[in-house]
């Protein structure tokens, strides 16, 4: 696609959503790029949207979504409003010419991520999702050293987004109506699409799982506040196995509440024949003669994740050739949440 004749002179961003990542993320990465400006945001609280816009200077409120692109005609929109919301705001941007910068997960089903996708195409517009840990630069370099060989063939992949009692106790995420599910669809499809990008995206084959509910339900309050256990219908953990073609498997562990020790785990593990590897902070480590020998190792993690994320997605609507989390790569990434869920539920093996 080429954007360059668009996107000359200053983009114009609406935001759909005043939630907290809309203002911590979305807001404060466009507000440090030069030719960026905020022109309005929508939510269906008016005074939300009014406080937001104030705040942030982010233009004019609105609480129409269709009202707000049809006044303004923004070059960029960002969708950061619930689950439930994300199929709708981001197809109505697109049929109003938008390029989209969605928060994940891209939707509630495989079904509707796919229609998000081929709707991108239909208006040639850009539709990515902040899937924003493959932007560190740790992912970026194991990428590039998997790729180039260095571990040798990948064969145990272990991602975990574990949280001990991370329930949270704002927004919906306990509401599987609202959410689409509890810590896989929440955190863990972060860390899932971490080691999938580090891996070159293999095939996937078979997909088997097993899913609980043993604490959200009985407890009320923890790390990140409380809520009411009686509403609680979403999982506290999820287990998964994903075997791909090339003989490669792929471990899953997500949780929000799980008796674990340390407070949470946010990272992968890749284990080659000729090396190991750890995502957060990159290092790279094999064995020789009983010793661990260490062949590249970053101190700390990359903490401008978010950031490169956004930055990416401003450059690729800009006509620059960048590397995004795209619609299809969503899709892709809805479809293997969706076979781990209904593996999970099933009991029974899902092939892909």
Known sequence: MDFTKSSAGRLKVALIGAGQVAEKVHVACYANMADISLVAVADCDENRAQAFARRN?????????????????????????????????????????????????????????????????????????????????????????????????????????????????????????????????????????????????????KVTAQMFQKMGNRKSEGQFGSWDPKKYNVEDSVFAAIEFDDGGLLRLETSFALNIQPGSVMNVEFCGVKAGATLFPAQIYSDEKGELVTHFARDVADDQRHARSVQAFVLAVRGEPVALADAEQGYRMQQLVAAIYQAAESGESVYL
Request: net charge neutral; glycine share 8%; proline share 5%.
């Open 57 to 205: 200077h982010a233009g004019r409120a609105y609480t129409s979504v269709t009202a707000m692109l049809q006044a303004e005609k923004p070059d960029i929109v960002s969708v950061c409003s619930p689950n439930l919301f994300h199929h709708e705001h981001v197809i109505t941007a697109l049929r109003h010419g938008c390029h989209v910068f969605c928060e994940k997960p891209p939707a509630m089903t495989a079904e509707q991520a796919y229609e998000m996708w081929q709707v991108a195409k239909e208006e040639n517009r850009l539709l990515a999702y902040d899937f924003h840990h493959r932007f560190a630069d740790d992912a970026r370099v194991l990428r590039e050293k998997v790729a180039a060989g260095e571990l040798g063939e990948v064969y145990v992949t272990t991602a975990r987004a574990l949280r001990r009692c991370g329930v949270p106790g704002w927004g919906n995420f306990i509401d599987k109506t609202q959410s689409g599910g509890g810590p896989l669809i929440d955190i863990g499809i972060h860390m899932l699409d971490a080691a999938m990008f580090v891996l070159g995206f293999p095939k996937v084959r």
